[in-house]
């Protein structure tokens, strides 16, 4: 990425051009990009003589530069029990599988029901080894949160002392133990609930005494912390897509504090279990544990969707994740196989072919998605229950890589051009014998066939993206293929 920069440098245009930078730095996506920003901005600084200017942009864009650096992406998030179960026991926090690069640690809860004051203290070390450990996973480029909540907990923001209770327990916390942001995983409680209003103008005071004492919370940790809170959300499937199908109490719930705090959200993680049934924004009804939930519902807060509130503007792919059970004792519904999950990330990332009868309203996916989240990082490390870490396991091989070292080797070995193609194209194969077969974005078989030697040149008639599957004794690989006559 490069940004346009002209011979004349003005203060204004200086202030406009560091207003550009930093907007694309922020918005950019990979870790190497701030790096160019900043020396083109050094460039353009050299030139001018405005040393204030100059002195003050060149930190800030610095500032900016390694916090999106610092930002975990793809992100596998989830959530740490402070407790010790007999069924997902107690593990020491830095001893997570060093792929969760997202830790929410649940749970702060409030005193009472009448009492929003939030507390939370180490249930199996002491208070300063806890702080240890997050030092420690921090030092490793890792995220820490707090999450708020729970599935038992109760938050009612109504009266101005609540939120005031709420804002500076959670501030003090926050402070106390170094985290490095908050989770909204708020379940119950008037400050999630639909009472009158819109999306943009909700008319339940708990629910905007929510909204304002988040701002409240990031304000003083960048006061005392000089960078941004990093915020995260795991509402419920009723409380967010649930707003389709109606919009009052909990349904929709959650609607108007997204939209409210977009710009500061992080990470959308809406829980894809414990859900039943929901609309998509097809109008049809897909239920949970399949690879069409997986997908309508993650595609619904992306695109958006029409509610009795207004439009529900959806987030940017790279603020979403795809929340899901780390197995099937985990949650009272919607575990859903390794390989399902595979297949509807793969597809609505653009990688692989359609797993069921949702279509994606963007036919180029959404290769941007942030990644996944699981309840719990505790339940995914036993064994009892499906695989040590098969959640996170999943996870790599969908973001990071997709095959084992030894077929990497025979994915580099396989070449396609040219890609993007007009309609003819060659696939230069690893080996003289493999099966190939080739389906469109709808899953649709085009090509099956046989190869016998290393060299096959094919032809597609019509437009679109396709998916290009070869088969040998080494494995299978696919590749993507876009024809545009």
Partial sequence: MLIPVTASITPLSLYTFAESAIVSLLNAKGNGVHIIVYYHFLSVLALNNHMKIKFTFIALVAILAISRAQTPNPALIGYWHNWNGSNAPYIQLDAIDNRYNVIEIAFATPVSLSDMTMVFSPEVVSQNVLISKIQTLQSQGKKVLISIGGANATIDLSSTANKDAFVSSMTNLINTYGFDGIDIDIEHGSSILINGGTIAAPGNI?????????????????????????????????????????????WGGYLPIIDALRDSIDILQVQLYNSGSMYGIDGNIYFQGTADFIVAMTEAVIAGFSTNGGWFEGLPANKVAVGLPACESAAGGGFTDSATVKSAIEYLRGDGPRPGSYVLSNSNGYPDLRGMMTWSINWDAVSSCGNVYQYA?????????????????????????PNPTKGEFTIQLPEDKADILITDILGRQIIRMQSLQSTTNLHLDKNGIYFISVTNKQGTSVRKLLVNR
């Fill in 206 to 250: 708990a629910q905007v005494h929510l909204t304002e004492a988040i701002k409240q919370i990031m304000a003083n940790y960048r006061t005392n912390h000089s960078q941004k809170l990093f915020l995260t959300m795991a509402p419920e499937t009723a409380y967010v897509q649930g707003g389709q199908s109606a919009f009052g109490n909990i």
């Fill in 393 to 417: 396991n999943n996870f790599e091989g969908i973001f990071i890589t997709a095959s084992s070292v030894s077929d990497a080797e025979s994915v580099a070995a396989l070449t396609i051009y």
